[in-house]
């Protein structure tokens, strides 16, 4: 394991220097990186690197980090050093906007550019804020939670619901002030998910990620809002083959997309 810079908090583990790419991973709200526990350590060739966010796990005595774009700022300055090999950043629903807002400031600042960033079912900046959770009460979003926590193999008790729902509400907060006027191009190519049985997100919201980059990729995998948490095999496949494939975007609409994309 790595000896050469202090623990990176904003981790849920320390990075290997071993590691021939990585895969930062972004939760959504309400939750922090543990949300990724059933992923393996390992995609391919590349290291599967949580984001552990303030406010919450190990960070809980940490204030909150406000909006996307200081959580961006935060994590930009924090994570340069793990930035010296390929990586992706991955973000699911709400956390593939703090993902777009830190490759944006990566490109802004001139730094260490992602492979690849992959936003899953999610709208895009311009579009936000959308999310259903944004009108929703307390007992609402309890009986949520208490279904997000049962699709990561845990039990809903009534302390961490609670626990949960005061971060929850932060972390929707930052949602409902997110937005962008316009889009903005990113130097960076751009996978865009969508789960084939989805209710929250259509194809026709995903597909306006076009304008974000000149190489836009589709792509519809099996399964829910939620089937990400298991990290299922169409997934981890297509994150694999990301690393090896050319870095440089490519003309608008050439891309082709993975496991049954469309454009």
Request: proline residues 10%; glycine residues 8%.
């Amino acid at each position: 394991m790595s000896d050469r810079h202090p623990f990176p908090t904003r981790l849920l583990r320390r990075p290997s220097d071993d590691a021939e790419a990585r895969v930062f991973c972004f939760p959504y709200s309400g939750v922090g990186g543990s949300m990724f526990s059933q992923w393996p350590r390992v995609i391919g060739t590349a290291e599967v690197c949580p984001i552990q966010l303030p406010a919450r796990e190990n960070r809980v005595r940490e204030p909150h980090y406000g909006t996307y774009e200081e959580l961006a700022a935060d994590l930009v300055k924090q994570l340069l050093p793990y930035l010296d090999r390929p990586f992706v950043l991955f973000g699911h629903c709400a956390g593939a906007l703090p993902a777009f807002e830190t490759a944006a400031l990566l490109a802004e600042r001139g730094l260490p550019l992602p492979h690849r960033l992959v936003v899953s079912a999610q709208v895009p900046p311009h579009h936000c804020p959308q999310d259903r959770f944004l009108d929703m009460d307390d007992e609402q979003l309890g009986r949520e939670l208490g279904r997000i926590i049962v699709e990561r193999g845990g039990e809903p008790h009534p302390a961490l619901i609670e626990l949960t729902l005061e971060v929850l509400h932060q972390d929707l907060d930052a949602n409902r002030v997110y937005r962008r006027q316009r889009p903005l191009t990113l130097p960076v190519g751009i996978t865009a998910l969508h789960w084939a049985d989805d209710e929250e997100i259509t194809p026709e919201q995903i597909r306006s990620w076009r304008e974000y980059s000149a190489d836009v990729r589709f792509s519809v995998l099996d399964g829910g809002h939620y089937a990400f948490l298991s990290a299922p095999e169409q997934l981890t496949d297509l994150l694999a083959s990301l690393l090896t494939d050319p870095r440089s975007p490519e003309p608008s609409g050439a891309g082709t997309g993975h496991g049954g994309g469309h454009g």
